[in-house]
């Protein structure tokens, strides 16, 4: 069974960057869309960034600049860097995992996602 888990979550101030990991086990990243998504409170799940496997990235217009996907397949890792943090982007980040095959441009936003992990916290201070 394949597992997502985060990590890299925490508390920085307002400004500050941190960098999250992804890991996966009992599978590959290899040929699947990999993503990252924030729930923040009171929000519905918003998509932050995608990875395709040959590592190019996509962001929707709104996450564009800031925001940083990359991956390394020989380590089944998806990394988000995130920069210029603001209190608004408290919340829940996650990665998940697409079906087999589907590049990154197929997908349809959260719900086409197939495996996802449990999620770290990010908390932002003003």
């Known amino acids: 069974q394949v597992y997502l888990k985060e990590s890299g979550g925490g508390s920085v101030q307002a400004g500050g960057s941190l960098r999250l990991s992804c890991e996966l086990s009992?599978?590959?990243?290899?040929?699947?869309?990999m993503g990252w998504f924030r729930q923040s409170p009171g929000k519905e799940r918003e998509e932050i960034g995608t990875s395709d496997p040959d590592d190019s990235p996509t962001y929707p217009d709104s996450m564009r600049g800031r925001f940083t996907v990359s991956r390394d397949n020989a380590k089944n890792t998806l990394f988000l860097q995130m920069n210029s943090l603001t209190p608004e982007e408290t919340g829940i980040y996650y990665c998940a995992r697409g079906p087999m095959g589907r590049w990154c441009s197929y997908m349809s936003g959260a719900a086409s996602f197939v495996t996802w992990g449990q999620g770290t916290q990010v908390t932002v201070s003003s």
């Open positions: 009992g599978g590959s990243s290899v040929d699947y869309c």
